[in-house]
């Protein structure tokens, strides 16, 4: 087999179902040319899988607001600072859980890419922050009917809605008393709340993530 | 505006009744267009809803659809009561009121069409809570409370119900998804309240029966 270590390449897999029958050797052979196991993750398969898929959305999210409260964007309110910090907060919350939860089949670390974000500028951080809310409460939305252990959905289920009330609370701060916290941008005619699958939302969070992450079981 | 969803179903054309009860996959295939040209979206959804829920559905999910709808009802009562109430909603939340109000009335709409002929009218209601909140309809400072109360709760009630559903992945989903909706509704009248939109990381479920016991009051 012809390994290509190009980041086109790395990209390519990252994320990827296609790739499945690479990605199921690429436990056997990332220790071969040296790529650490913290640059190369695979969430595994069933509710490991699952709680693994989460727990990187939760990475991405703690990672993101721990750096907007170590550098607050120009002008930020007190009122921001609390909202923020809680969600901050939460995050690294909802984080470590599932890290626990996981244990020894926990992925590693992930290594985030922020350098689409201007930390400096409010619209670019909450407009960010919307986009991981949002997406956070699709994820768990569609993740739900996968999960086979009841305890994990009600797990699960304790999580998606303190995310959609970030989701709800940042879209009032970039649109205040308007109807944006639950625009019909993302609640449908029938009153319903976004629903994503896996390969959407990892597809969507792939350019906040430098890791090297492979869904094979999930997409 | 009251959903008959009942009579919907009965006045379909019997040619479409039958793909829609023969194969909802192949009635998305084939008849979307076709369906669409004759019904609203929200008409044609509510009738999959009926395809895909209504049939063979285990008393559980039933009893957890009905109950659902219950809770949806008083809070489809509660924002249409207040919209009408002059003067008790200020000016520049009546906007966000209007918005809550419309998914709620959405919520009663869908699920009871998903129940058919199981669904329930709306209940005979009590605002006042057996006049504990006489107020609730000329404070605005009651009506938020209760408006809190009502979320918080259904958000609550929601995810106390996730396991029972689970053995349905289209209701599960569903389900899901009005509960992240209430959620949101939770916040944005917590955060107007002049409150933290949450309490913490994470919240907690109630179950059917502490849920009905914080609803009884408000039924009549």
Known sequence: ?219 | MTIQTNHLIADLNPEIKDILVSNRRAFFKSSALKLGAMASAPVLLAMTAQNAFGQELPQEVVDVLVFALTLEHIEDAFYRSGLESPGLIPDEYVGIFNQIGKHEAAHVAFLSAALGSSAIERPALDLTAGGKYADALTNFDTYLTLSQTFEDLGVAAYKGQAGVVAVNDDILTVALQIHSVEARHAAIVRKIGGKKPWDGAFDEPMTKEEVLAAAAPFLA
Do not use: C
Request: aromatic share 8%.
């Open chain 1, 1 to 219: 087999m012809e390994i290509q270590h190009d980041n086109s390449r790395r990209r390519l897999l990252k994320w990827s179902g296609a790739a499945a029958a690479t990605v199921a050797v690429s436990g056997a052979w990332l220790p071969n040319f040296g790529i650490s196991a913290a640059l190369a993750a695979d969430l595994g398969e069933g509710d490991v899988g699952i709680l693994n898929y989460a727990y990187a959305l939760e990475q991405l999210e703690a990672a993101f607001y721990t750096q907007v409260i170590e550098t607050p964007y120009e002008g930020i309110t007190d009122e921001e600072t609390v909202l923020l910090t809680d969600i901050r907060d939460h995050e690294i919350e909802h984080r470590d859980f599932l890290k626990t939860a996981l244990a020894d089949s926990a992925i590693p670390a992930l290594e985030v890419d922020f350098s689409a974000v201007d930390f400096t500028d409010r619209a670019s951080v909450l407009g960010t922050a919307m986009v991981f809310e949002d997406l956070g409460v699709s994820a768990y939305n569609g993740a739900g009917k996968l999960i086979e252990a009841v305890a994990y959905l009600a797990e699960a289920g304790r999580i998606v809605s303190v995310e959609a009330r970030h989701a709800a609370a940042i879209r009032d701060l970039l649109n205040p008393n308007s109807v944006s916290f639950a625009g019909d941008d993302v609640i449908d005619e029938n009153g319903l709340d976004v629903v994503n699958d896996p390969a959407t939302v990892l597809a969507a969070a792939d350019p906040f993530i430098a890791t090297e992450v492979t869904a094979s079981s999930l997409v």
